[in-house]
């Protein structure tokens, strides 16, 4: 018998000293790195997931968020490869930013292809929305979870616009995505592509005359106050958000670590979206009593932007997938109203 015991006390001391090496791989801080800060939802969703797998961890994994790209000097464009990479260990990202990196991720660019918010859903939670997650895998990344940062408005300081012919010659501030800058000259607009940074001081001199952003972010950053006193509702796309973490990283978690940290996000994700399109109502009539003037396309009047851009998807179709692009197009014209 005390062979016997001794040999099960070896190889209880085993399991536990193997478990508390396993956590002892684990780091102290675990960065996350996002675009936005918690005054905006992009920021609160991190803030979400940090907080709930701070609860369901008993504090066993530290996450600290590094907001507004400082991770990587503030180019947020730089935030995949930096993440594929090991030098930032998680993210919530936005589908435009990883772009570059995850040609798949130029579908939500697409203009005009999700009218409403059952068209974004229809997206991210069938067929097209695992074959994006599949394709972030593939490129070093492990995705966990949809978030949202909101349909991006146009703005502008001239003229209400509710047709093509209103962005002629008008200078756009677009993100650094090549995509952007081809539906707008399809417009017939003069498209700037800078920094966040540099394009509040080059609305606020006239450099350029509009930009485009969802309207937590026109009102959180006041772009009323910069000379933006027309904008108009056009949902021309959506910028979905994605909670992720470096591949090296997540091979690094125990599976049950693992079922943690992505529960957690798909939680923070679902709030933080909820809690996105519940606000909208309120924002729009805040802007509204700021005097900006609000112009709502009518479906005739947006049917004439669809025509307008219908360039942009002969040209980016094969770059993005045909067969991904028709069955998002398929998911938004079979959703659930």
Not at 92 to 118: C, K, R
Not at 138 to 167: C, H, M, Q
Not at 280 to 308: C, M, W
Not at 314 to 331: N, Y
Request: charged share 20%.
């Amino acid at each position: 018998m005390s062979r016997r015991h001794a040999f099960l006390t070896a190889i209880a001391t085993g399991m536990f000293l193997f478990s508390a090496a396993s956590h002892a791989q684990y780091k102290d801080e675990y960065t996350v790195s996002t675009v936005l800060p918690s005054a905006f939802p992009w920021g609160q969703a991190a803030d979400k997931w940090v907080e709930l797998v701070n609860e369901r961890s008993e504090g066993r994994i530290n996450m600290k968020i590094y907001s507004n790209s400082q991770l990587v000097s503030g180019d947020q464009t730089k935030e995949f490869s930096a993440m594929r990479s090991g030098l930032i260990d998680m993210a919530v990202g936005s589908t435009i930013n990883w772009s570059p990196q995850v040609p798949e991720l130029n579908l939500f660019s697409l203009p005009f292809l999700m009218p409403d918010y059952a068209a974004i859903d229809a997206i991210t939670q069938g067929e097209a929305g695992e074959a994006i997650f599949a394709a972030i895998k593939k490129r070093g990344v492990t995705p966990l979870a949809w978030g949202e940062n909101g349909f991006r408005e146009l703005s502008n300081s001239s003229l209400a616009i509710d047709e093509p012919a209103d962005l002629d010659g008008l200078k756009i501030r677009v993100v650094g995505s090549p995509l952007f800058q081809d539906t707008f000259s399809a417009l017939g607009a003069n498209p700037t592509q800078m920094s966040w940074a540099d394009a509040k001081p080059a609305l606020t001199t006239g450099a350029v005359d509009g930009q485009e952003n969802p309207l937590s972010v026109f009102d959180v950053a006041r772009i009323d106050q910069v000379g933006q006193t027309h904008l108009t509702r056009w949902h021309y796309m959506a910028d979905p958000l994605v909670f992720a973490i470096s591949n090296r990283v997540w091979d690094q978690f125990s599976p049950e670590d693992q079922a943690l940290l992505k529960q957690a996000a798909i939680d923070a994700g679902q709030w933080e979206i909820e809690k996105s399109r519940s606000e909208v109502d309120g924002i729009l009539a805040t802007i509204k009593e700021r005097g900006v003037n609000v112009t709502e396309l009518t479906p005739q009047q947006r049917d004439a932007f669809i025509e307008a851009t219908h360039s942009v998807y002969e040209k980016w179709t094969p770059r993005i997938g045909e067969d991904l692009v028709r069955q998002a197009q398929d998911a938004v014209s079979n959703r659930n109203p």
